[in-house]
């Protein structure tokens, strides 16, 4: 699910609107609050909030992990018990990542949750269909019993979305340029998601118990053939054979297409190289 441009969201417009606040939500609905500041220089911002009885702050967030998760975001913090998380749109095409900033107040015997969409400065998206975002979100989290036991079922929730079909080069560069932003966040972006990459065989070498295989990246922007932006180095791409694909690894040839289909294992910043691990070629 996308908020920019928002297209995603229109099919389940009709869905989204005949929503209702949950029995134990109270006062104006979701789509009341919602509010739209800012402007496309400077960024604009939605904001949406619900009360909720009978609901805890760590519960309230809890919930909303697992909500946010099913939507296809992804979850870079969460600190459940201080009433906060960091969400993030995940990039799509050529439209970039944003934040989503969740918060809970603790109220008379209730919760007061928002929702806040940071959008960057140059970034547009429309209204109503942000309001149906946010909404159909935080319409989501229950009170009582039935939000403890959806809180207990989102502990450790990740966007299940996937995989990502991408090129090895455009998948380097677009981890480095999440590098130079900040680094610390990538680990929590990338936990759970496979992908697919696409790219030539650098060599294989044995890594372990498995056979890890690299793909062929230049290590910075001055060796692209086309030169663009400011310097930067390259992400190197690494994906460990799953296990009974040794064979597959010990065929591959320096220079080879390949295509493998992976899961985010680790990443180390000072070495610019991310690993993906149980990978296999696609059929």
Known sequence: MTLSPLKRVAPLAAAV????????????????????????????????????????????????????????????????????????????GSARPFPIIATALAEQAAARVKLEAKLPAGMLAGAGGARNELCAMLNAVKGGPEGIAAAERSQGAVSSAGPVVIDALVLSQQISQEADTNAASIPTRYQGKTFTIKGRVAHVAKDGGAYRIDYDIPRSTNDLVLKFGKFRFLTQISCLAAKGQGAYALSLRNGQGIQLTGQYKDYDPPRHVMWFEGCRPVD
Do not use: W
Not at 45 to 66: K, Y
Not at 79 to 89: I, P, R, V
């Open 17 to 92: 609107v005949a929503l209702v606040l949950p029995s134990a939500a109270r006062g104006a609905t979701c789509e009341d609050s919602f509010e739209q500041k800012g402007n496309p220089i400077s960024g604009i911002r939605f904001h949406a909030e619900v009360t909720v009885d009978a609901l805890s702050v760590p519960v309230a967030i809890r919930q909303l992990r697992g909500i946010a998760a099913t939507r296809g975001y992804d979850i870079l913090s969460e600190e459940a018990d201080d009433g906060s998380m960091l969400l993030e749109q995940p990039r799509s």
